[in-house]
Nanobody, 114 residues
């Protein structure tokens, strides 16, 4: 089993920044993808960003140029730096680890509002 602990969500004004963190522990292999998805009320869960063990990244179209994903393999931790936040970024953000199975975090709320 893999456990994921997320942190860093909260309330921020439009144009502001937040940084999310997700630490993975348990039975994980040495090569796996980590990433972030989000889900707003009445919307489907959508990809925000994903990063491979080698550092290759993939971003959702709506966050390109504003969000940056990174990881620390020694700490099994993935980060999401979110800049120039917009009200439409408001959602629950879920950390994900993808290997032979897919593991989800419990989610952290991000609210962008003035």
């Amino acid at each position: 089993q893999v456990q994921l602990v997320e942190s860093g969500g909260g309330l921020v004004q439009p144009g502001g920044s937040l940084r999310l963190s997700c630490a993975a522990s348990g039975q994980i292999t040495s090569t796996y993808n980590m990433g972030w998805y989000r889900q707003a009320p009445e919307n489907q869960r959508e990809l925000v960003a994903q990063i491979s063990a080698g550092g290759n990244t993939l971003y959702g179209d709506s966050v390109k140029g504003r969000f940056t994903i990174s990881r620390d393999n020694a700490k099994n931790t993935v980060y999401l730096e979110m800049n120039r936040l917009k009200p439409e970024d408001t959602a629950v953000y879920y950390c994900v680890v993808i290997e032979s199975n897919v593991y989800w975090g419990q989610g952290t709320q991000v609210t962008v509002s003035s």
